[in-house]
């Protein structure tokens, strides 16, 4: 098992930035795709981004292209996201999480997929106001 915990949210003008960080402990960390995802209240915990065990590959939703960038510091045992541009439509729990049984993206897509995730950290808000 990992435990994870994220932090960096907080309240934030449209526009604006936040890094969000995920703290890894526990199993080997480097070996595994770890992947973001939000939930807003009220509906399903969505696909944010996902990066491969070596960080050389990585993956977004269309909805967060070209604003968010993750990344991750083996060293650390921590993943970031970097959110810029942010909107209010981004303002949701977002939680860090990571799947253990695979290292490279799969042509499936199973990265976007929360069940596919065995281990998920306490979540973070993040609130944009407009």
């Known amino acids: 098992q990992v435990q994870l915990v994220e932090s960096g949210g907080g309240l934030v003008q449209a526009g604006g930035s936040l890094r969000l960080s995920c703290a890894a402990s526990?199993?080997?960390?480097?070996?595994?795709?770890m992947g973001w995802f939000r939930q807003a209240p009220g509906k399903e915990r969505d696909f944010v981004a996902a990066i491969n065990w070596s960080g050389d590959s990585t993956n977004y939703a269309d909805s967060v292209k070209g604003r968010f960038t993750i990344s991750r510091d083996q060293a650390k045992n921590t993943v970031y996201l970097q959110m810029n541009s942010l909107k209010p439509e981004d303002t949701a729990v977002y939680y860090c999480a990571a799947d253990r049984k695979r290292s490279y993206f799969s042509s499936r897509r199973y990265y976007t997929r929360p069940g596919e995730y065995d281990d998920w950290g306490q979540g973070t808000q993040v609130t944009v106001s407009s």
């Open positions: 526990g199993r080997t960390f480097s070996n595994y795709i």
